[in-house]
């Protein structure tokens, strides 16, 4: 069985930081992309940035680009997304996903996370 938890979101104020982790159980990740998303209230699920496990390769949505960086560590199966330079616009649930053919898109993931509320309040 898969599970995906997620922890670190919080309440910060704009310009600051924040690092989310998600931990992976249930599946040997090689073959897998992990992915964040997040989903402020009434906006559907948004891509925000992803990792193909075994090469390593990156995708950031615009809007995060040269702020967020997402990172993984093999040994823990764990996949980070730091936040720097938060702005109020940044405020959403956000998830973690994994999936096969995952890279963009909500549909590409087969497993997600319950979600971490991140607050930036100006």
């Known amino acids: 069985q898969v599970q995906l938890v997620e922890s670190g979101g919080g309440l910060v104020q704009a310009g600051y930081s924040l690092t989310l982790s998600c931990v992976a159980s249930?599946?040997?990740?090689?073959?897998?992309?992990m992915g964040w998303f997040r989903q402020a209230p009434g906006k559907e699920r948004e891509f925000v940035a992803s990792?193909?496990?075994?090469?390593?390769?990156?995708y950031y949505a615009d809007s995060v680009k040269g702020r967020f960086t997402i990172s993984r560590d093999n040994a823990k199966n764990t996949v980070y997304l730091q936040m720097n330079s938060l702005k109020p616009e940044d405020t959403a649930v956000y998830y973690c996903?994994?999936?096969?053919?995952?890279?963009?898109?909500?549909?590409?993931?087969?497993?997600w996370g319950q979600g971490t509320q991140v607050t930036v309040s100006s």
């Open positions: 996903a994994l999936g096969q053919r995952g890279i963009w898109y909500v549909s590409e993931y087969d497993y």
């Open positions: 990792i193909r496990w075994s090469a390593g390769i990156i």
């Open positions: 249930g599946r040997t990740l090689s073959n897998y992309c």
